[in-house]
């Protein structure tokens, strides 16, 4: 029978590359014997693993804010361009229950924890702006 | 990024660092001969800084998972990329190798693993690279070597094969895989020098 060489070629390079029956312990002692600072590279691989981490969670972060923002918008539309007039006949829709149950209560807990003087725009925008940001989570 | 691929990194980072490590000294040596893999590559790099520059690449997102495929086989194909492009600087600006690299010039090859280039393989070559591990000091005469290495030859594929071919235990294969894995840089030198010195 004739062999097929370019096949068993292609077999040879894959079973000496192969790694997939190999322990970490299996990978240390190898690259140990080959003269490798198994221990300084780790030291480094993990620096570099760790600080990629932090950088992928706090971009996850910033998205899930931006996504909340951008779910505030939609429900309430640009809470940043309306007049004081129009937050309060907002906010008394919410309160009136036309955005469901779930923002009516969360607003009427928003009056209940004002105690004393009148609620400014700047309150009225940002507990509108939390509750329609609630809603979307 | 995806949350489950960023798990699997950290849960597995020891492994998966030195399977890269592992694989990017392999691929110095026979692919392109760099010093055997185990000290520097060209342009003072060494295989720790490719393998730390991949992993980087992806977790600052120079470079993206692409979830179909697994993780270590995407690390492993951008190892594979970043030192192709290592030796492209080099023949680019012809930058010197180090001076005891005399078997280490660049070459082009399509394929990972020994770096066959297949696109200029003749049928006679293919042959030849089994007879030039049978050649190697650390592999002529070896009995339980010579029965690997017919075992390939005649289709099998993977350890289990080759100890059902040769009646060796599994264990004893992968004792004689690490010595076939020595030799193959010697070899690998040797095959890409020239064929006017082949048998």
Not at chain 2, 13 to 27: C, D
Request: proline letters at 3%; charged letters at 35%; hydrophobic letters at 35%.
């Amino acid at each position: 029978m004739s062999k097929n060489y370019k096949q068993a070629v292609r077999n040879l390079e894959t079973w000496l590359a192969d790694d997939s029956q190999m322990s970490l312990d299996d990978l240390r002692k190898e690259l140990a014997a080959e003269g490798v600072d198994v221990n300084a590279f780790l030291g480094r691989f993990g620096a570099v693993v760790r600080k990629g981490i932090q950088h992928q969670l706090k971009k996850t972060a910033q998205e899930e804010r931006e996504q909340a923002k951008q779910s505030a918008r939609q429900l309430f539309g640009d809470l940043r361009t309306r007049t004081r007039k129009e937050l309060e006949e907002l906010f008394d829709r919410v309160r009136n229950g036309l955005y469901g149950e779930e923002l009516k209560q969360a607003a009427l807990a928003r009056c209940r924890n004002h105690v004393g003087s009148e609620v400014s725009e700047a309150e009225l925008r940002s507990w509108l702006d939390d509750i329609s940001a609630a809603s979307g989570e | 990024m995806k949350s489950d691929q960023l798990e699997y990194l950290k849960s597995h980072q020891q492994e998966v660092g030195l399977k890269l490590l592992r694989h990017a000294r392999w691929l110095a040596a026979t692919k392109y001969g760099w010093n055997g893999g185990t000290k520097s590559l060209p342009l003072g790099k060494d295989p720790e800084d490719i393998v730390c520059a991949v992993v980087d690449d992806y977790l600052n997102d120079v470079r993206h998972f692409n979830p179909r495929h697994g993780i270590e086989v995407q690390l492993k194909r951008a190892l594979s990329s970043k030192l192709w492009a290592l030796h492209r600087r080099v023949e680019a600006h012809a930058v010197p190798l180090e001076p005891e690299s005399d078997d280490c010039a660049p070459r082009e090859y399509a394929a990972d693993g020994l770096g066959v280039d297949e696109t200029v393989m003749m049928e006679h070559d293919w042959k030849v690279l089994f007879e030039l591990f049978r050649e190697e000091p650390d592999v002529k005469g070896d009995e339980e070597l010579e029965l690997v290495l017919m075992a390939i030859e005649d289709g099998a594929e993977k350890a289990p094969d080759i100890a059902d071919q040769t009646g060796m235990s599994v264990e004893r294969i992968y004792e004689l895989k690490k010595k076939l894995r020595k030799a193959a840089p010697k070899v690998m030198a040797k095959f890409h020098k020239g064929a006017e010195t082949l048998p």
